[in-house]
């Protein structure tokens, strides 16, 4: 049995704060086309991103959950994360291969401690995009899937997006930050 390394919070989310935030995202943030910390933007991720910025109910948000998974992890974070909308479009092939969400080349003496995954999707609108570990076991697919769902887990643990086979799956990543890894 492998040790739990991530904390899944189901369906959590109603729908009007679904429509809300996908709403004032998608008419206030500038979409782009996603990247890595290497700029890779077609092989190892296709996707597209708007960058969430100066939004601090989202972040105060998201940073509640994010908390609560780093004091069970033993991490210290602060109220401090780069927030990202993304949608992993079947069209242009959707996806994002194994990777960690920490650039271990940053010297600012902070990293990314806490990731967290918001799914905006209806899971009966997509096919594919499924999200997994590689180091550690998965969420029941069905649970990580439901609309609404928040999954927290240590950014280090390594994770991809498989390719969407039909139509969009849309989410709101978060990477809240804390003293550099030890």
């Known amino acids: ?11 959590i ?21 996603a990247s890595t910390f290497a700029g890779d933007t077609v092989n190892h991720r296709r996707s ?7 939004d601090d109910d989202i972040k105060n948000f998201l940073f509640a959950f994010a908390d609560i998974a780093a004091r069970t992890f033993g991490i210290h974070i602060y109220n401090k994360a780069d927030i990202q909308y993304t ?10 291969d194994w ?4 650039d271990w080349n940053r010297n600012d003496g902070m990293d990314r401690k806490i990731s ?11 096919a594919g995009g499924d999200f997994a570990f590689s180091e550690t076991e998965n969420p029941a697919n069905e649970q990580m899937k439901m609309q609404g769902s928040i999954l927290c ?12 086979t039909s139509g969009t799956r849309k989410s709101i990543v978060a990477w809240f930050e804390g003293p550099q890894w030890r």
């Open 87 to 96: 949608e992993y479009l079947a069209s242009e092939g959707g996806h994002y």
């Open 116 to 126: 967290v995954t918001v799914q905006l999707s209806d899971p009966n609108r997509y």
């Open 13 to 33: 989310l109603d729908q009007k704060w679904i429509e809300n935030v996908s709403d004032r995202v998608e008419k206030d943030f500038l979409v782009q086309d």
């Open 99 to 102: 990777h960690h969400d920490v």
């Open 1 to 11: 049995m492998v040790r739990q390394n991530w904390q899944l919070w189901s369906g």
């Open 153 to 164: 887990f240590p950014s280090y643990l390594q994770h991809r997006v498989t390719p969407v």
């Open 48 to 54: 597209k991103v708007r960058w969430i910025s100066d």
